[in-house]
């Protein structure tokens, strides 16, 4: 399961960190990711970060200014978001499989089996 929390509303040029707990793995092999779903549009990709190398991708959108960490002792994924935009604003997903999947696929929507719920982030002009 997956437990997403820390979205809100916040002035363009703000910050905003989200979570996401997830329970109940069987396997210490993972990749965890964000999307967003703009108001109107479609679901995409932010950020991905894999366990096995700890590698991270980003969206060119959002690189520079988003950081996808894991919490280790928490067993959490957060997404820092900095210098935010009003075309920021979305329902924010996490996403996660229990697997090493290659680095192409990180990006991809259907290689996640597992999603949260949704938090929203709002950020004011």
């Known amino acids: 399961q997956l437990q997403a929390s820390g979205g809100g509303l916040v002035q363009a040029g703000g910050s905003l960190r989200l979570s996401c707990a997830a329970s109940?793995?069987?396997?210490?092999?993972?990749?965890m990711a964000w999307f967003r779903q703009p108001p109107g549009k479609e679901r995409e990709f932010v950020a991905a970060?894999?366990?096995?190398?700890?590698?991270?991708v980003y969206a060119d959108s959002v690189k520079g200014r988003f950081t996808i960490s894991r919490d280790n002792a928490k067993n959490t994924v957060h997404l820092q978001m900095n210098s935010l935009k009003p075309e920021d604003t979305a329902v924010y997903y996490c996403?996660?499989?229990?697997?090493?999947?290659?680095?192409?696929?990180?990006?991809?929507?259907?290689?996640?089996?597992?999603w949260g719920q949704g938090t929203q982030v709002t950020v004011s002009s």
């Open positions: 970060f894999r366990r096995s190398g700890g590698n991270t």
């Open positions: 109940g793995r069987t396997s210490g092999t993972f990749t």
């Open positions: 996403a996660d499989v229990e697997s090493h999947i290659i680095l192409s696929s990180m990006r991809s929507a259907t290689s996640y089996p597992y």
